[in-house]
């Protein structure tokens, strides 16, 4: 097996966390036994994605405000939350909240962009101001400067009994570092850069130079660092679809093995008016996977991961993939995990 450029530092996965229309409690529980047991395994992190108007986490800030409360060393993140839906200040000040009561442990993943299938949801979202609303980088700017300190109002002190803040309270200290941005191209890594964010790629990027997913990735790494207060230090995430193999029953295996090849196809070329081009699906024993991550150039520029959890599977896969991941997956990687105290 070729020898990695560095040990990985950070183990995290990400969750869709789906839910039956006619029991949600059951999916969302499910989502929060799982962080649970990311933590138990010891993993650093544990990301939640963002659906709207389907059958997966909407709201996954109050979701991570709940795990906060279950768990006590797993950083807590999304991954990501489309800006387009949201009001960067209201935004900034549940994101406060929610590392507040989390002790300092999230980290907020946004994207920016128009909200999906926008002609059919604006009347909605925005009746009054849909073609007015930016959805640009702007829009990312602003929570920045919410969740950083910046004023948001020209007005504070007291007002009858009621004493008022120039900016958003709770103020998190430290949440203003935690930032990430959820990027496939060059502009947005670039742009995350010079913003001192964070920035988390996934298994999606745009062919711009290349029609080669990994050397793809690799020059959004670069791009990002070179344009980072923070240069070779600035922190990146890879977050590819993950599926270990090594205690699987026979069964699970066909159906993980089912899956990555029903998805296969979209991986040959770029995809759409976006030309997006999609990674593979890893499935195989932890020793395999590993390999083909060793010989993947843009995970050999980096050491924290998020490892994406397929879309569909049970609940008992998810407990045999992450189990894997942390046992076996992750010390092949050149991983530990943390000492558990108590």
């Known amino acids: 097996m070729p020898l990695p450029s560095q040990p990985l530092r950070m183990l995290g996965f990400l969750t869709i966390g789906l839910f039956d229309e006619a029991d949600p409690r059951k999916g969302h529980e499910s989502t929060l036994e799982i962080i649970q047991l990311g933590e138990r395994l ?3 992190s544990a990301w939640l994605r963002h659906r709207h108007l389907q059958y997966g986490i909407s709201s996954p800030v109050a979701v991570l405000a709940a795990a906060s409360q279950r768990t006590t060393r797993i950083e807590l993140g999304t991954a990501v939350i489309p800006l387009g839906w949201e009001n ?7 994101l406060a909240t929610v590392d507040i009561l989390s002790g300092g442990r999230l980290n907020p993943g946004i994207s920016v962009g128009p909200p999906m299938h926008y002609d059919q ?3 909605a979202l925005y009746p009054d101001t849909a073609d007015a ?22 007005f504070s002190g007291v007002e009858g009994f009621e004493v008022f803040s120039d900016r958003v309270q709770p103020h998190a200290p430290g949440l203003g570092r935690r930032l990430w941005y959820g990027g496939g191209s060059l502009r947005s890594a670039q742009w995350a850069g010079e913003h001192a964010m964070n920035f988390l790629t996934s298994s999606v990027v745009k062919a711009e130079e290349s029609e080669d997913f990994a050397e793809v990735q690799l020059s959004h790494v670069r791009a990002f660092r070179a344009h980072h207060p923070d240069g070779d230090r600035a922190r990146v995430s890879q977050g590819l679809v993950v599926i270990p193999t090594d205690s699987a029953s026979p069964e699970q295996r066909a159906r993980y093995e089912a899956y990555a090849e029903k998805r296969l196809p ?19 024993t932890s020793a ?11 995970f050999r520029e980096i050491d924290e991961v998020a490892f994406a959890l397929p879309f569909t599977f049970e609940h008992d896969d998810y407990v045999q993939i992450l189990t894997d991941i942390a046992t076996r997956l992750g010390p092949a990687l050149g991983w530990q995990a943390p000492v558990q105290h108590g």
Do not use: C, N, S, W
């Not at 395999?288 to 843009?298: C, D, N, P, T, V």
């Open 266 to 284: 979209r991986t040959a070329t770029p995809q759409g008016p976006a030309r997006l081009m999609f990674a593979p699906d890893l499935v195989g």
């Open 42 to 44: 010891g993993f650093d």
């Open 88 to 94: 960067p200040l209201r935004l900034a000040e549940d």
């Open 288 to 298: 395999e996977i590993a390999e083909r991550l060793y010989a993947h150039a843009a």
């Open 133 to 154: 609303e930016d959805f640009g980088y702007d829009r990312v700017a602003r929570l920045l400067d919410f969740v950083r300190g910046k004023p948001a109002t020209d």
């Open 121 to 123: 949801v604006k009347q």
